[in-house]
């Protein structure tokens, strides 16, 4: 069984048992997550699509930390002009754990 969760703004396919990696989320660790907006919930071969979320369906998400993501480097340059900016970045995420899918 899975799902498609709208999480932050951005789609997860999630499955029982999977982690997964989201925009950091205002939650405390262990706290249990409730997720109500349900895209998408498909089993071997059929599939529930919602229009836009699946009614009565929910995935429960327990939250496992906070952390940061890889350092991505922003470098901007303009030749001949003596302009040189260098700007690191490392986006903020939560890890979560899926503990179950219901309908």
């Known amino acids: 069984m899975y799902a498609v969760v709208r999480i932050g703004g951005m789609q997860y396919r999630v499955a029982p048992q999977e982690r997964v990696r989201v925009p950091r989320l205002q939650a405390e660790e262990g706290q249990v997550l409730e997720l109500k907006e349900v895209l998408l919930v498909g089993r071997d071969d059929d599939a529930l699509v919602g229009t836009p979320t699946v009614p009565s369906a929910s995935v429960r998400a327990r939250v496992l930390g906070h952390g940061r993501g890889r350092k991505v480097i922003v470098f901007k340059m303009k030749r001949r ?3 040189r900016r260098k700007r690191g ?7 979560l754990l899926v503990e ?3 309908l």
């Open 89 to 95: 970045h490392r986006q903020p995420y939560t890890e």
């Open 100 to 102: 179950d899918i219901s």
């Open 81 to 83: 002009k003596k302009y």
